[in-house]
């Protein structure tokens, strides 16, 4: 509905009427998530994490029960940002044998942490032991306190 033909042709009329048109005008791929967008933040959500800080160190911890260490992945992007990710598979199924009831989760999982300033990205570990995945990220030694500059005064 055009809102100029009822007389409204004030400057704030005309924005809502711009909006509205854009509103109609936009195509699907703009206002829907893409699938890629959907399916990370679903594989974001459903991956569980702990977080802890030493006074050496920042710890990531997440539960990876039956995944196998070839199928994770860990890596840095952006220099501040550690990224976990994987696939955990479906067993494959033996003759004769069907599931009854299937609960766990099977599929890619990802989760993204931004690390404080004082990270070391240059020393990161990661160790998958009893299906729990620790990522280690060392912390930056803190900077040496300034010494104050002595400056010679002349006599004139």
């Not at 479906?90 to 009831?101: D, I, Q, S, T």
Request: glycine fraction near 4%; proline fraction near 6%; include cysteine.
């Amino acid at each position: 509905m055009d809102l100029r033909m009822m007389a409204f042709d004030s400057p704030l009329f005309s924005v809502l009427q711009h909006l509205q048109d854009a509103g109609d005008d936009s195509d699907k791929s703009v206002s829907c998530p893409s699938r890629t967008y959907a399916r990370d933040a679903k594989a974001m959500a459903a991956t569980a994490a702990d977080v802890k800080e030493s006074p050496n160190s920042y710890a990531f911890i997440v539960d990876m029960p039956g995944v196998k260490s070839g199928d994770l992945k860990v890596q840095v992007e952006d220099d501040n940002v550690v990224v976990i990710s994987g696939e955990r598979k479906r067993e494959e199924e033996k003759e004769g044998a069907k599931y009854l009831r299937m609960e766990r989760r099977v599929g890619k999982f990802m989760r993204k942490f931004a690390l404080p300033e004082n990270a070391n990205t240059d020393k990161i570990s990661a160790v998958c032991q009893d299906g729990v995945l620790t990522v280690t990220v060392e912390k930056l030694p803190p900077p040496e306190p300034k010494k104050p500059k002595t400056i010679e005064v002349n006599i004139a």
